[in-house]
């Protein structure tokens, strides 16, 4: 049984870091993309990052570039996602999710985690 659990959201000043984690179990985590969503109130889900299966080619959105690093440990089951100058409008629930954006399982929403929320607000 495929699980994602994210953690490592919460409240932070505009500015401000957070790193988030996600815990991969049931599936063989080093063969697949893996990808960062977030999801805004009212609005639909954006991809932010995703991370090829052994980590070498990385993905990101224009609008975090710069300030986000995707990174994973195959080791480990784990993906992270280092956020880094965070602005009110990166306020949303983050998504841990099996697969590359263009691949069925993400557009399917077939494996995401249940979210962890990040507020950005001062």
């Known amino acids: 049984q495929v699980q994602l659990v994210e953690s490592g959201g919460g409240l932070v000043q505009p500015g401000g870091s957070l790193r988030l984690s996600c815990a991969a179990s049931g599936f063989t985590f080093s063969s697949y993309f893996m990808t960062w969503v977030r999801q805004a109130p009212g609005k639909g889900p954006e991809w932010v990052s995703f991370?090829?299966?052994?980590?070498?080619?990385?993905g990101i959105a224009d609008s975090v570039k710069g300030r986000f690093t995707i990174s994973r440990d195959n080791a480990k089951n784990a993906l992270y996602l280092q956020m880094n100058r965070l602005k009110p409008e990166d306020t949303a629930l983050y998504y841990c999710?099996?697969?590359?954006?263009?691949?069925?399982?993400?557009?399917?929403?077939?494996?995401w985690g249940r979210g962890t929320q990040v507020t950005v607000s001062s």
């Open positions: 999710a099996r697969g590359a954006p263009w691949s069925s399982d993400y557009k399917d929403r077939a494996y």
């Open positions: 991370i090829s299966a052994g980590g070498s080619s990385t």
